[in-house]
């Protein structure tokens, strides 16, 4: 296993079990989140700092997905102002509620 400084140089983040999410797929993240509303864009950067070791798979896929809302639609889904209807986006939505 590479310490924890070989995997900065390398531009690799350590990302749940042994799966590595490279810095530049990290960096498109967070340009998705960049958003037209203020407190949308800091509630996402905060939870990118906070749980992107836990994007993976299927909760990667469940990510991008609720970033492809509208600004207005995922801030009332995160705020719970609005129920989500799809089961495979529940829990990373649950994250980002408690972020």
């Not at 690799?12 to 967070?30: A, C, F, K």
Request: net charge negative; charged share 35%.
């Amino acid at each position: 296993m590479l310490d924890a400084r070989l995997r900065r140089k390398s531009g690799m983040v350590e990302v749940g079990q042994n799966v590595q999410m490279g810095t530049q797929e990290l960096n498109r993240l967070r340009w998705q989140c960049r958003r037209g509303v203020l407190e949308l864009d800091l509630l996402l950067e905060r939870f990118l700092e906070r749980r992107s070791d836990l994007l993976q798979g299927e909760r990667l896929s469940s990510f991008e997905t609720l970033l492809e809302y509208a600004d207005n639609d995922l801030l009332d889904l995160i705020r719970a102002r609005t129920d989500c209807t799809d089961s495979r986006l529940a829990e990373v939505l649950g994250w980002m509620r408690n972020c």
